[in-house]
């Protein structure tokens, strides 16, 4: 009986510590920077900041923002009519600017809206932008739902005009 109990607390430690590398491996995967394609020597790594399909902002817009004031209205605007209003993460613009894009309001199968890639190339930034599913999709029972996508991202500040493609 005791060797019995004894091999439980066993299989229980074990699988304490397996789920506890598990978890910090999750979490060290999402502080990952994002790169989808093959680096290169003109990628600027970034890192997301907000992602989803509910913001405030409910046009077709897409923003390069170096300054914190420009930033905290844009975050404004952003969670606005938000039943869970966030404070702004706190960013240095010193060393980093903000790239963000907004698809507008449309229904469930407009698609989510993501920023792929960011190039510093010599006369300009480049933000490589792609639409996919939004997640769970589908309409159910012939209702479409109503979304707002949007991708917010912080990589390093660059004074280079920012074009979006």
Known sequence: ????????????????????????????????????????????????????????????????????DEWLSLWRRHKRGSMTPEVAPPLDFDEQMVVAVFQGEGTHDCGLIEIDRIRSLPDQVLVTLSEGDVPGGGQSQGEKTTTSCFHIVKTARNELPVTFQ
């Open 1 to 68: 009986m005791i060797s019995s109990n004894r091999r439980q607390g066993q299989a229980l430690g074990l699988l304490a510590a397996f789920l506890s590398l598990t978890t910090i491996a999750v979490y060290a995967r999402i502080a990952e920077p994002t790169l989808k394609k093959k680096p290169s020597d003109q990628d600027m790594p970034f890192y997301t900041v907000a992602k989803g399909t509910k913001s405030g902002i409910k046009s077709s817009e897409r923003f390069a923002i170096r300054d914190e």
